[in-house]
């Protein structure tokens, strides 16, 4: 599995398409949500009964796998909010441990930060 991360508008989008070959109409169901296992990740991630390992499990089975990054803001008041980020960055560090391949993207700009593309 290639994993992708960085922020919104970051390039993950434009890189999956152009570099890797996927399917347009495939990126743009797992950004938007029409029933793919990357969207509903994000559903998944608020509750806090999902078993991360498991989830992680899931979509590793998949080629590409885009996570948003999360965190490196400003820290919300609410502590369910606090909770959901804390969340979201355990399961990028579970799916990053299943990636071949992990590539953070920055301006357009891709960094591969484990194995090769």
């Known amino acids: 599995m290639i994993l992708l991360v960085g922020a919104v508008g970051s390039g993950k989008r434009t890189f999956a398409r152009g570099r890797l070959g996927v399917l347009a109409d495939a990126v743009d169901d797992a950004v938007l949500g029409q029933g793919s296992a990357v ?5 998944l991630v608020r509750d806090p ?15 590409v796998v885009m996570v948003d990054q999360v965190g490196c803001g400003v820290v919300p008041i609410d502590p369910d909010e606090r909770a959901w980020r804390e969340r979201a960055g355990r399961l990028s560090c579970e799916l990053a441990l299943r990636a071949d391949t992990v590539v953070r993207l920055v301006c357009g700009c891709p960094q591969v930060i484990k194995g090769e593309l």
């Open 49 to 63: 009964a999902t078993d991360l390992t498991r989830l992680a499990d899931a979509l590793a089975g998949r080629s």
């Open 39 to 43: 969207a509903r990740a994000q559903e």
